[in-house]
């Protein structure tokens, strides 16, 4: 039946381009290759049963990082992993030092690496909408219909997370000083 | 704009981001960037933010499954096309069947709503017809036992003449026409789960109707269980599949048996979740044959390790999901029947009604609607009283309002 097959290669052609960034947005959230690619890939079959009603009313990849999006919190819900916020500590805006972070004497690509662990170290919720947000560049708005929350929520989830990475990476950051160990290993290869 | 706070800053930083600040804005912005290293470094994780992904290397396995995984669906779908394309065409003039459709809604809602306000009692005495012929006592419970312990019941009995006349009518005035019947399209998985209260004299030989019926329409037992208070009643309860296209013809057969009391249907559908494991299952089934090619191709046994671990996770995930798959299956596939049969022990003496009788019940009857009506009364009274004082107290003030301008 050719129509039928007319109907994935559009969605191929039509997802392709963002493939990779749906890929990273469930990496950047779930924090591990293994759930990052198992929640992609049911993102990806979401999507696909979902095109035929998309209608184009906002952009491929924002369509798109919004599935990915669903598929990583229902993946975080079944890991138990969404607490609530109440019992984290509260990260404030203030400066606590005056020298200069070591992060920003940094190559570009270990500024990356330091800053993927900072974010793998954020909770759940924070990491969710600090990966739509500053990682795929989606609006406030756009990330409060994804993850079906109020503004507010995701401006101050977001102030709140971007506070977090801040202190994750200022000179007395907690990076800085365990840096030493390999974390990246310990966490990929269970 | 010539000197700039923290807060500041942090409030442009998005805009300075997109680029969309005044050349003033972006000046002010840059110096209070040059000498708050603190600031800096927050402009430096927003940037590194944007490109934090640029280079990574997305997993072949990703890459390749998903495609494929979504060529499987193709396959998959094939039996649900044609109904997605009707569903797609006909909305040639929406809004007019959703006008006809709320207006329907409204109509049979209200109907529906003065129908919930009628007294609740009325009639009930009907139903409790008493029996007067005598009671053609049968067999013994022992010997009866025996019967349903050993074999499957024998076939058809064929049943009283006069005793069918009599109740089959009832029968068929209490329970309501089959499903099948009256709702046209039916989603593709629904559950159906019916339980049926029969109460027969003839409780040996409608017994072993049942069980020939259940034979017949080719389904099974799940559990049974039959009890008695000795010398009186005797109760079979018979938890009973049968083939989902056989449910009407053997509902209609049994209730041929005896009188029935209580029927419940409820439906269930599940077709969405059916889709979502199914789409699980083949998203895993992807990724299995994608792990067993990465197992041929692996050379280090850390490598060979680590994939047959994970071969082993996704194996376990697709032995759940099959089974949850199999489980809707069956459930879809066989309904389930509860059927619970009653014996009646016929009342020695006929009941005609005296005609004090007649009062009496009459009577008790419409103190009972009194009764339930007061009720509604109160709940009427209870729900309306809040607006009743709003509206109180804004007619005082606008009375208030009217008196002091007069009096000025």
Same mark, same amino acid.
């Given at each position: 039946m050719p129509g039928l097959n007319a109907n994935a290669q559009a969605f191929e052609a039509a997802v392709a381009p963002w493939e990779r960034q749906v890929y990273f947005t469930c990496l950047r959230i779930m924090g591990n290759r293994q759930d990052a690619e198992d929640c992609a890939q049911e993102a990806m079959l979401k999507a696909y049963q979902a095109f035929s009603g998309f209608r184009g009313e906002s952009k491929v990849s924002t369509w798109l990082y919004t599935i990915a999006a669903r598929c990583c919190m229902d993946a975080l819900r079944r890991r138990r992993e969404m607490v609530s916020l109440d019992n984290l500590r509260e990260v404030g805006?203030? =400066?606590?030092?005056d020298e200069p972070s070591p992060y920003l004497q940094l190559e570009q690509a270990e500024r990356r690496r330091l800053l993927g662990e900072a974010i793998a170290r954020l909770p759940a919720e924070h990491r969710l909408v600090l990966t739509l947000c /500053?990682? #795929?560049?989606? *609006?406030y708005e756009e990330a409060a219909r994804a993850l079906d929350c109020a503004l507010g929520t995701v401006k101050s989830r977001l102030s709140r997370a971007r506070a977090g990475l801040k202190q994750l990476l200022t =000179? /007395?950051?907690?990076l800085f000083h365990d840096n030493m160990r390999p974390m990246d290993e310990g966490r990929e290869s269970k | 704009m010539t000197h700039m706070n923290c807060e500041q800053f942090s409030i442009l930083l998005d805009r300075y981001l997109e680029g969309s600040l005044s050349a003033d804005e972006r000046a002010a912005f840059e110096a209070h960037a040059g000498q708050c290293a603190d600031c800096r470094l927050l402009l430096q994780i927003r940037r590194d933010c944007q490109g934090l992904d640029d280079d990574g290397e997305v997993p072949a396995s990703f890459s390749s499954s998903w495609r494929q995984a979504i060529h499987q669906q193709e396959g998959m779908n094939m039996e649900q096309i044609p109904e997605t394309k009707k569903r797609a065409k006909p909305p040639i003039n929406i809004r007019r069947w959703v006008a006809i459709a709320a207006s329907l809604v409204l109509v049979l809602g209200g109907t529906w709503l003065v129908g919930q306000n #009628?007294? &609740?009692? &009325?009639? =009930?005495? *009907?139903? #409790?017809t008493a029996y007067s012929d005598p009671y053609a006592g049968g067999t013994g419970l022992d010997n009866y036992m025996r019967t349903i312990d050993g074999q499957p019941a024998p076939a058809a009995m064929k049943m009283e003449a006069d005793y069918a006349a009599n109740y089959s009518a009832e029968a068929s005035a209490i329970a309501p026409a089959p499903a099948a019947q009256n709702a046209p399209a039916q989603p593709q998985k629904m559950i159906r789960t019916v339980s049926l209260n029969l109460v027969t004299r003839e409780f040996e030989q409608d017994l072993e109707t049942l069980n020939a019926a259940i034979a017949k329409h080719g389904g099974y037992v799940e559990y049974s269980d039959v009890s008695a208070d000795r010398g009186s009643r005797r109760y079979a309860n018979l938890t009973i599949r049968i083939p989902k296209e056989q449910l009407d013809a053997y509902l209609a057969d049994a209730q041929q048996v005896g009188r029935v009391t209580a029927y419940t249907e409820s439906q269930e559908d599940v077709s969405e979740r059916y889709a979502d494991t199914a789409t699980r299952l083949a998203s895993q089934k992807a990724k299995m044959e994608r792990l067993q090619q990465l197992l041929k191709q692996a050379i280090t046994v850390k490598d060979i390790l680590e994939i047959e671990n994970q071969i082993a996770d996704t194996q376990y995930q697709l032995d759940s999901l099959t089974g949850a798959l199999r489980g809707m299956d069956s459930k879809v596939d066989y309904s389930t029947v509860r059927l619970s049969l009653q014996e009646e022990v016929p009342t020695a003496s006929p009941t005609e009604l005296t005609l004090g009788q007649r009062i009496g019940l009459a009577m008790s009857d419409a103190w009972e609607a009194i009764q339930s009506f007061l009720e509604d009364l109160v709940v009427l009274l209870a729900v309306a009283l809040p607006y009743v004082l709003a509206l109180a107290v804004v007619i005082l003030i606008v009375r208030f309002i009217i008196k002091r301008r007069k009096n000025k």
């Open positions: 805006w203030e =400066a606590e030092s /500053d990682l #795929q560049g989606m *609006s =000179a /007395d950051g907690e | #009628q007294p &609740r009692h &009325r009639g =009930a005495t *009907s139903e #409790q």
